[in-house]
């Protein structure tokens, strides 16, 4: 088959995946509905540069991906789809890429193969439909690796050192400086195992690193004139070099955080003997052991800081579907059966000893997605006794059903969660009133970007803030736990009464309203 067919069917299955019924779900907190909102605060005030969240500056990361999140609500309006298209857009870019990646170095059949393997694996697919900086970050810094091959192994097209930097530049302004920390590490890495250490020094293009610092370094020199030191001081010091060597933000994890990842893409070690394939090899192999080796060193870890080593891993095991035997392919279909077993059996555990009630009855629907897997299996068994070659094409399939069931359940789940029209209701109220969350108040993103509060929301820490706070004397409206109801009206010396009831929260004020729940 043509490479440009395999490609047109990689970006049609992409694309149905990713998008299909993108908007159909309220924002889950707590990232979504975080850089949802910064992305309206950019919109209504105008501020390009230094992105804000609830009236404040929001000091975290550059502002690329949230610059795309506004275009698109100016073509489709501030709803869940235009918040999630930058993602899923990305994500089909990917995939793209990936399977680009997989044809230089295998053929384009691995390359088909690779471009599945991404597109199916659940991390990915979670991520690629949610609105985050993740998938934005990740297609620039696979986009620069792949140019630094290129480069590395044509050195004297000057354009692919330009490219590189430039793409590195850009992911830079997606999530930060390790846009160019992890492709020129994994290049270095693979100069040293491969002893290409002059070709690692032509990287260091003049001119692609004076293309790198006018627009990866832009937004930085901008922010450090218009903010000062605390632009500094946030964004270098406490989010960039603080979360390498402390937990920051409670995001900590044991050593093994990232070794179920690691070991979950299984290939057969005889599958890169071939000596042509060589430094291929290495160079898929410096990116995985490198990624997983820095971010288990890591102090502050999150199951998507590991998304870099997907494009390798699928790669590999690409290449190891395209080219294995019968007898090769069975020990990682063995491997892969007991892991999806092992997944079905932990998620029955966790949910049944975690939730109950009307979310544990939706959550019992669940069960024909196990049954699907379960049958998957079976399936596929029968599909590597009967024809071996059409593995991956019945994991596919077989994935694929088992998402759009996914999909489909999370718009049943949707419905009973109270964020949205917890803040639907009271949203007509708030012009001209305080408004203040407690905050041991579960999905407070949420609520500050469905509410679209005129001015600041208070956040009350201590039960001395929520008293004083309700204790003033013009309307105000608190939004605390149903448990804290009864404590604070006996602390507060002037009556306070229920505005909304909502499952567990309650929106409470200071003088008596009441407001119907939206539905």
Not at 153 to 175: D, H
Not at 351 to 359: I, L, R
Not at 446 to 472: A, C, G, H, R
Request: positive net charge.
């Amino acid at each position: 088959m043509n490479w440009k067919k395999y490609l047109l069917i990689l970006i049609i299955l992409a694309s149905f995946l990713l998008l299909y019924k993108l908007g159909s779900t309220s924002l889950w907190d707590n990232d979504e509905p975080l850089y949802t909102e910064i992305a309206r605060e950019i919109s209504q005030n105008g501020n390009w540069l230094i992105p804000h969240w609830n009236y404040e500056m929001w000091l975290c990361h550059p502002p690329l991906s949230i610059w795309f999140t506004v275009l698109s609500a100016k073509i489709l309006g501030w709803n869940e789809l235009s918040a999630r298209l930058t993602s899923a857009l990305f994500g089909v870019g990917i995939v793209i890429l990936t399977f680009y990646l997989g044809k230089i170095f295998y053929g384009e059949l691995a390359g088909f193969f690779s471009g599945l393997i991404i597109l199916i694996s659940l991390q990915f697919f979670v991520q690629a439909r949610l609105a985050n900086l993740d998938i934005v970050f990740l297609f620039f810094i696979e986009l620069a690796c792949i140019l630094s091959y290129l480069a590395l192994e044509n050195t004297g097209n000057k354009r692919m050192f330009l490219y590189f930097w430039l793409s590195c530049a850009l992911g830079t302004l997606a999530k930060g400086p390790f846009a160019l920390f992890l492709p020129l590490s994994l290049v270095l890495l693979y100069s040293l195992i491969t002893k290409k250490n002059n070709q690692f020094k032509k990287i260091f293009y003049l001119w692609g690193m004076i293309i790198y610092l006018l627009i990866g370094g832009s937004w930085y020199i901008l922010g450090y004139l218009a903010v000062g030191e605390k632009f500094f001081q946030e964004i270098f010091v406490f989010y960039t070099l603080g979360r390498i060597i402390k937990p920051i933000l409670n995001q900590s994890g044991p050593w093994y955080y990232y070794i179920p990842s690691f070991f979950s893409w299984t290939c057969k070690k005889n599958t890169f003997q071939n000596n042509q394939d060589n430094d291929k090899r290495k160079f898929l192999l410096s990116w995985i052991i490198f990624t997983f080796l820095f971010f288990t060193l890591v102090k502050t870890k999150l199951p998507n800081y590991i998304l870099f080593i997907y494009p390798a891993c699928a790669v590999m095991v690409g290449k190891f579907l395209k080219d294995a035997s019968k007898k090769e392919i069975f020990l990682p279909l063995i491997f892969f059966s007991l892991f999806t077993l092992s997944i079905i059996l932990i998620f029955i555990f966790l949910v049944y000893s975690t939730f109950s009630g009307e979310y544990l009855s939706l959550i019992n629907g669940l069960m024909p997605s196990g049954i699907i897997l379960l049958i998957g299996l079976i399936l596929l068994w029968l599909v590597y006794f009967k024809k071996p070659a059409y593995l991956i094409y019945s994991i596919s399939i077989i994935f694929f059903i088992f998402y759009i069931f996914l999909i489909n359940f999370s718009i049943k789940i949707d419905h009973i969660k109270p964020l949205k029209p917890l803040a639907l209701s009271l949203k007509p109220y708030l012009p001209g009133k305080k408004l203040a969350i407690a905050s041991n108040v579960s999905g407070s993103n949420s609520l500050v970007y469905y509410l679209e509060s005129p001015e600041k929301i208070s956040f009350l820490k201590t039960d001395e803030d929520k008293i004083n706070f309700l204790s003033l004397s013009k309307l105000v409206f608190c939004i605390i736990k149903q448990n804290d109801y009864l404590w604070l009206s006996q602390k507060v010396k002037k009556p306070i009464y229920i505005a909304i009831q909502n499952k567990n929260l309650l929106v409470i004020s200071n003088f008596k309203i009441r407001i119907q729940n939206h539905n």
